[in-house]
């Protein structure tokens, strides 16, 4: 039988996203591989410090060289510049001159955490524990009973410093906090969900046993615990006041599901999109307009600091690198484009009240572009124009990229925002793209592969 006039016209005009195994199913083996890569890096990089040594590292290895504002530079030219050890710029010099703008990509290295205190330790009951602030958007009753590792840098008081990593190897101690027993908590049960821990219940056991001889010390634990940690980092108590000590799940990136479709891991928002940012940028050789990529810090927390998007370091960087081709960067800014590369919520079939359906995005279906974040009438959003849209959805459908569009849950159920805003302040055309993500904020997230796939991909084509 002939297919119907209305079948016809439908198939014409309508359009429904494709699941990527069937529309491409050669890219299943293409996304595996290059999630392996990508699982690797998770695990070495669960701070911002660690996400900019590692890609220092990687850049280096691939011929880029530190940025001089003074030097001259040509076509192919490969140069990073690192901010305050937190985040990281790369740039690769284009054929067209600077002045036709450049292709931006943006992602940040931050993740949701326990921060330590200025005064963390402390006794109680004969236990020592360290006192946190968290970091960022939690829920958090899951950071209670799972395993946590220890990260950061301490200075000592004659300058030096110590970096710390501990509880990511197997025969490393893991850290702690605890929750009640079920038999024991009918008052607690009585709580919202959301203070079902409190802050400052999220309190990380340290150790149990007292110093030796210690009858005349009050606090005896507390001075064990100072003790081991004198011997490991040779830091005291005071040192602490200098200090940047987080701690994150002490878990590694794994597949997830019979299939192995999934990532699971801590720091997919936004080392999903950081990850694939760098390698499109390494792998980017003789561009026809000059990349940067940018890896920043404090995105969850408003992009605020010296090394968040909220401050001049980006903009000090283009108009160095503007200046040092006798460019405007006023100029180079108004014709510049930008992919503000971050995460997305998923479609949860779990809990599909929180979603508009046919306005989310999907696992297996896609990077994800986000025209505004915000909330409630899309207050603190960049509202990328339908120029803009046209311009990078051209750019993915010439080079048989996945995508899909998605808003970040139903109107007036939350909202949030990325550094698009802050891009967009400088004049910089911005939309958001990057990867659909299962249990944001969680301390262990999922990602689908072909999604993270197709998001190197679309970051490759935006620089070619």
Sequence with gaps: MSESKAKALQKELSFEYPHIAKASPEQISKAQEF????????DKSKTEREVVKEVTGLLEANGYTVFDPKKSYKAGDKIYKINRKKAILASTIGSEPITEGIRINGAHIDSP??????????????ISY??????????????ATIPLSMHGVIFKKDGSYVEINLGENEDDPVFYISDLLPHLSSKQDQRKLSEGIKGEELNIFLGTLPFD????????????????????????????????????????????????SLVGGYGHDDRVCAYPAIVAEVETKNPKYTTLTILADKEEIGSTGNTGLHSHFVYDFIE?????????????????????????????PTFPDVF?????????????????????GKYSSSDASAEFMNKVISIMEANNVHWQIGELG????????????????????VVDLGVPVISMHSPYEVISKLDLYNTYLAFKAFYM
């Design 35 to 42: 999630a392996n890569g990508y699982k690797k890096f998770l």
């Design 320 to 348: 160095y690198l503007s200046e040092s081709f006798g460019a405007d960067v006023k100029e180079v800014c108004e014709k510049s484009s930008c992919l503000s590369s971050d995460v997305n919520a998923a479609f949860d």
């Design 410 to 429: 139903a109107l007036d159920v939350g909202g949030g925002g990325t550094i698009a805003q802050y891009v967009a302040m400088m004049n910089i055309d």
């Design 356 to 376: 508009e359906p046919k306005n989310s995005s999907y696992l297996n279906k896609g990077c994800v572009l986000t025209k505004y974040t915000g909330s409630r």
């Design 213 to 260: 001889d210690s009858d005349d010390v009050k606090e005896s634990v507390k001075l064990k615990t100072l003790e081991i940690l004198n011997n490991m980092y040779g830091v005291t108590e005071r040192d602490f006041a200098r200090a940047e000590i987080e701690f994150v799940p002490a878990t590694k990136a794994r597949d997830i599901g019979l299939d192995r």
């Design 113 to 126: 955490r326990l921060d330590l205190r200025p005064n963390p330790l402390y006794e109680k009951s004969e």
């Design 130 to 143: 360290f006192k946190t602030h968290y970091y960022g958007g939690i829920r958090k009753y899951q950071w």
